[in-house]
C-alpha cells in the first residue's frame, strides 16, 4: 500500500465527529465560550469547521459551497455534526483523484491550487480549529474533551478493536 492523505482524511473526519459528540453533551450556554475574541466562540468555530469542510470539498468538485448557520443550541450542533460527516465523507471519496492544478475562486480572486494543498488544508485546518474550540472551552471551565484522547495514535488504537 501506498502512504496517502486518505489516513489523514479518516483521522480527521473521526477526531471531528468525537469531539463534537462530547462538546454536545455540555450545556447550551458552552456554545457561547470563547478564548480571547468573544466574535469567535465555540459556536461558530464549530460552524465554520462544518462550513469549511464542505467547502473544500465543494472547490474539488467544482460545485457551490453551502454555508451553515450557528447552532443555536447542542440538538443544533448535532445536526452541523451530520452535516460535517457528510462533508467529510466528501473528502475522503475525492483523496484518490489526480493531483493537478485547478481553479478555485477564493475571497473573490481566481487562483490556482494544486487538489493535494485543498485536501491537506482542510486535515490541517480541522485540527487548528478544534483546538481552538477546546481551548475557548477550557478557558471557560468547561473541561470535557482532552485533545489527546484523539491524536492519530488513539484513531489507530480505536480502529483495531
Given amino acids: ?13 473521526w477526531a471531528n465527529q468525537e469531539i463534537y459528540k462530547l462538546i454536545a453533551e455540555l450545556p447550551d450556554e458552552a456554545l457561547d465560550a470563547y478564548a480571547t475574541d468573544p466574535e469567535f466562540p465555540v459556536r461558530e468555530i464549530l460552524r465554520h469547521i462544518a462550513s469549511s469542510s464542505g467547502g473544500y470539498a465543494s472547490r474539488l468538485e467544482g460545485k457551490e459551497a453551502e454555508v ?3 447552532p443555536k443550541n447542542m440538538a443544533e450542533l448535532r445536526e452541523i455534526a451530520k452535516v460535517l460527516a457528510t462533508n467529510d465523507a466528501r473528502l475522503l471519496k475525492l483523496v484518490d483523484l489526480e493531483d493537478k492544478s485547478i481553479e478555485v475562486i477564493r475571497d ?3 487562483v490556482n491550487w494544486m487538489r493535494s ?6 486535515v490541517h485546518h480541522s485540527i487548528e480549529h478544534r483546538a481552538h474550540a477546546v481551548s475557548a472551552l477550557e478557558a471557560r471551565g468547561y473541561k470535557k474533551v482532552d485533545l ?4 492519530v495514535w488513539g484513531y489507530e488504537l480505536s480502529q483495531r478493536s
Fill in 68 to 70: 451553515l448557520e450557528q
Fill in 117 to 122: 494543498t485543498i485536501i491537506t488544508q482542510a
Fill in 148 to 151: 489527546d484522547d484523539f491524536d
Fill in 1 to 13: 500500500m501506498t502512504i496517502s492523505l486518505q489516513r489523514a482524511l479518516e483521522h480527521m473526519a
Fill in 108 to 110: 473573490g480572486q481566481t
